[in-house]
C-alpha cells in the first residue's frame, strides 16, 4: 500500500481499543459521583468526531446527553452545566488553544473534565480531570477518536443497564483494528481512481445520513478543505432534497458514502436521483468490505470508522497525484486568526 505501515496503524487503533478498561474506571468514578449529564464539547475535526458517539447516546440512554462546539458555550454558556457534568475534550496534540481555554470554563462551572489526547504530557491532559492517551498522527487519528468515543458512549449504556447489546458488542472491537486493516487492503486498488475523481473537479457535494454522515461532513472540510484546498459543499442527506439538489447537474461531483444500517435508505433515496442527473455520482459504500467476527447491527454501527479507514487511503493517493502534502497548511497554526 502506498506511504502506508500497516504494524503502525494496527498498533494505534489496538490502542483505542485498549483503552476500554480506563475509560470503565473512569465512568465508574463518575456514575458513583452523581453524574448527570454528558457533554462532548470539542473544536474543529476532533469535535465532529464525537458526533457518532453523542447520537448513540440519545438513541439509547435517557441520561441528558449534548455535543456542542467550545465556542458555542463560551459565547452562549449552558444551563446544564455543574458538578455532575462530564465534558469530553478531545485534542490530538493537546495544545489546542481553544480547548485549553473551555476546559478551564466548564471546570469553572464545577464539571469535570474527560480528554482523550495523543500526548500525556500535553498541556490539555495536564489540564483535565481524567485523561485517556492514544498516540496518533493525522492520518489515524479519525478512527482512534471514532473508537475511544464510541467505547466511552457503549461503555456508559453498558453501566447504566439502558442498552442489552452493550457488553456483547464492547467484545467484537477487538477484531476491529484487523479488519480495518483489510478495508484498507480491498480499497487500495480503487484508490487512485476515486483519487482522481476527487483532484479532477473544482468543487463536491458531499453527503451521507448517520453516523457515516459525521465522516462525509469530517472528510469534506478536514482533509480535502484543510488539507488540499479543495472546495466542498457537505450536506446531510435529508437535507439534500431541500436546496442542494438544485445544484444538481451534468458534470457536478456528488460524492455519497453509504453506510450501513437503519439510516442507508436515506442515503440510497440521494443515490436514486442522483444518478439520473449527474454523471460524476462516486459511491463508497460500507457494505463493500468484509469485516469477519462483525454482526449486521456493529456494522450499522461502525460504518463511519469503516469508511474513515478506506477514506485515508484515497487521501495518500490525491496528495501524491496533486503534488500537495497533507501537512501542507496557508494559515492555520502559521497565522494568527
Same mark, same amino acid.
Given at each position: 500500500?502506498?506511504?502506508?505501515?500497516?504494524?503502525?496503524?494496527?498498533?494505534?487503533?489496538?490502542?483505542?481499543?485498549?483503552?476500554? &478498561?480506563?475509560?470503565?474506571?473512569?465512568?465508574?468514578?463518575?456514575?458513583?459521583?452523581?453524574?448527570?449529564?454528558?457533554?462532548?464539547?470539542?473544536?474543529?475535526?476532533?469535535?465532529?468526531?464525537?458526533? &457518532?458517539?453523542?447520537?448513540?447516546?440519545?438513541?439509547?440512554?435517557?441520561?441528558?446527553?449534548?455535543?456542542?462546539?467550545?465556542?458555542? #458555550?463560551?459565547?452562549?454558556?449552558?444551563?446544564?452545566?455543574?458538578?455532575? %457534568?462530564?465534558?469530553?475534550?478531545?485534542? #490530538?496534540?493537546?495544545?489546542?488553544?481553544?480547548?485549553?481555554?473551555?476546559?478551564?470554563?466548564?471546570?469553572?462551572?464545577?464539571?469535570?473534565? #474527560?480528554?482523550?489526547?495523543?500526548?500525556?504530557?500535553?498541556?490539555?491532559?495536564?489540564?483535565?480531570?481524567?485523561?485517556?492517551?492514544? &498516540?496518533?498522527?493525522?492520518?489515524?487519528?479519525?478512527?482512534?477518536?471514532?473508537?475511544? @468515543?464510541?467505547?466511552?458512549?457503549? %461503555?456508559?449504556?453498558?453501566?447504566?443497564?439502558?442498552?442489552?447489546?452493550? !457488553?456483547?458488542?464492547?467484545? %467484537?472491537?477487538?477484531?476491529?483494528?484487523? @479488519?480495518?486493516?483489510?478495508?484498507?487492503?480491498?480499497?487500495? @486498488?480503487?484508490? &487512485?481512481?476515486?483519487?482522481?475523481?476527487?483532484?479532477?473537479?473544482?468543487?463536491?457535494?458531499?453527503?451521507?445520513?448517520?453516523?457515516?454522515?459525521?465522516?462525509?461532513?469530517?472528510?469534506?472540510?478536514?482533509?480535502?478543505?484543510?488539507?488540499?484546498?479543495?472546495?466542498?459543499?457537505?450536506?446531510?442527506?435529508?437535507?439534500?432534497?431541500?436546496? %442542494?439538489?438544485?445544484? #444538481?447537474?451534468?458534470?457536478?461531483?456528488?460524492?455519497?458514502?453509504?453506510?450501513?444500517?437503519?439510516?442507508?435508505?436515506?442515503?440510497?433515496?440521494?443515490?436514486?436521483?442522483?444518478?439520473?442527473?449527474?454523471?460524476?455520482?462516486?459511491?463508497?459504500? !460500507?457494505?463493500?468490505?468484509?469485516?469477519?467476527?462483525?454482526?449486521?447491527?456493529?456494522?450499522?454501527?461502525?460504518?463511519?470508522?469503516?469508511? !474513515?479507514?478506506?477514506?485515508?487511503?484515497?487521501?495518500?493517493?490525491?496528495?501524491?497525484?496533486?503534488?500537495?502534502?497533507?501537512?501542507?497548511?496557508?494559515?492555520?497554526?502559521?497565522?494568527?486568526?
Amino acid at each position: 500500500m502506498l506511504n502506508f505501515d500497516a504494524d503502525r496503524y494496527r498498533r494505534i487503533q489496538d490502542g483505542a481499543v485498549q483503552t476500554a &478498561p480506563r475509560l470503565g474506571e473512569i465512568l465508574d468514578r463518575q456514575l458513583d459521583r452523581g453524574l448527570s449529564n454528558v457533554l462532548f464539547l470539542g473544536a474543529g475535526g476532533a469535535g465532529m468526531l464525537m458526533a &457518532p458517539a453523542h447520537e448513540l447516546l440519545s438513541e439509547h440512554s435517557t441520561l441528558p446527553t449534548r455535543r456542542m462546539v467550545g465556542a458555542e #458555550l463560551a459565547a452562549r454558556g449552558a444551563a446544564d452545566l455543574g458538578p455532575g %457534568t462530564l465534558v469530553i475534550v478531545p485534542s #490530538l496534540s493537546g495544545t489546542t488553544p481553544d480547548a485549553l481555554q473551555h476546559i478551564a470554563s466548564v471546570q469553572d462551572a464545577g464539571a469535570r473534565v #474527560l480528554a482523550m489526547v495523543g500526548d500525556g504530557d500535553s498541556p490539555v491532559a495536564r489540564l483535565a480531570d481524567e485523561v485517556v492517551v492514544n &498516540p496518533a498522527a493525522d492520518d489515524t487519528s479519525s478512527e482512534s477518536f471514532y473508537l475511544q @468515543s464510541h467505547i466511552f458512549a457503549v %461503555t456508559l449504556l453498558e453501566r447504566r443497564q439502558e442498552w442489552e447489546s452493550a !457488553a456483547t458488542h464492547l467484545e %467484537t472491537l477487538g477484531t476491529l483494528p484487523e @479488519s480495518l486493516l483489510s478495508v484498507k487492503r480491498d480499497i487500495e @486498488s480503487d484508490a &487512485p481512481a476515486l483519487a482522481a475523481h476527487l483532484a479532477g473537479h473544482d468543487w463536491h457535494i458531499f453527503t451521507s445520513a448517520g453516523s457515516s454522515w459525521t465522516e462525509a461532513h469530517y472528510y469534506a472540510m478536514c482533509i480535502l478543505e484543510e488539507m488540499q484546498w479543495i472546495r466542498t459543499r457537505p450536506v446531510h442527506a435529508s437535507d439534500f432534497f431541500h436546496g %442542494t439538489l438544485e445544484l #444538481l447537474e451534468p458534470g457536478v461531483s456528488l460524492v455519497l458514502l453509504k453506510g450501513e444500517g437503519p439510516t442507508r435508505e436515506i442515503a440510497e433515496r440521494v443515490e436514486r436521483f442522483a444518478a439520473r442527473v449527474t454523471d460524476d455520482l462516486l459511491v463508497l459504500d !460500507a457494505a463493500r468490505f468484509e469485516l469477519a467476527g462483525l454482526t449486521e447491527l456493529d456494522r450499522g454501527l461502525l460504518s463511519h470508522v469503516v469508511l !474513515a479507514a478506506a477514506l485515508e487511503r484515497v487521501s495518500a493517493h490525491l496528495e501524491v497525484l496533486r503534488d500537495h502534502p497533507l501537512t501542507t497548511r496557508r494559515y492555520y497554526r502559521r497565522v494568527s486568526y
